[in-house]
């Protein structure tokens, strides 16, 4: 199944889109059109809501990472096991 990405795979690559979205829409609209009304309170809470984004991105990126290792490990054994298993035969016979 080399190549597929399969629904959870899936899944987990559009959340990390949507939060590099919401925060990189949320950085220019906080730097441009919003910046006059961010004072003070509100000021705060927006930049730590992009941060939250921005961090949500990032987990959901090294969970990906993760998930892509482990699979290419197993795939890996996979091969390893089938080609031994391949060489073990061709010395029986």
């Given at each position: 199944m080399g190549g597929v990405i399969g629904p959870v795979q899936r899944r987990r690559r559009w959340f990390g889109v949507?939060?590099?979205?919401?925060?990189?829409?949320?950085?220019?609209?906080?730097l441009t059109?919003?910046?006059?009304?961010?004072?003070?309170?509100?000021?705060?809470?927006?930049?730590l809501v992009?941060?939250?984004?921005?961090?949500?991105a990032f987990v959901v990126g090294y969970?990906?990472?993760?998930?892509?290792?482990?699979?290419?490990r197993r795939q890996l054994n996979e091969l390893m096991k089938s080609t031994l298993d391949t060489v073990r035969q061709d010395r029986n016979r």
């Open positions: 949507l939060f590099l979205i919401i925060a990189g829409a949320m950085l220019i609209w906080g059109f919003l910046k006059p009304l961010l004072v003070g309170i509100s000021f705060v809470v927006y930049w992009c941060l939250v984004m921005t961090l949500a969970a990906d990472l993760r998930a892509v290792r482990r699979e290419q």
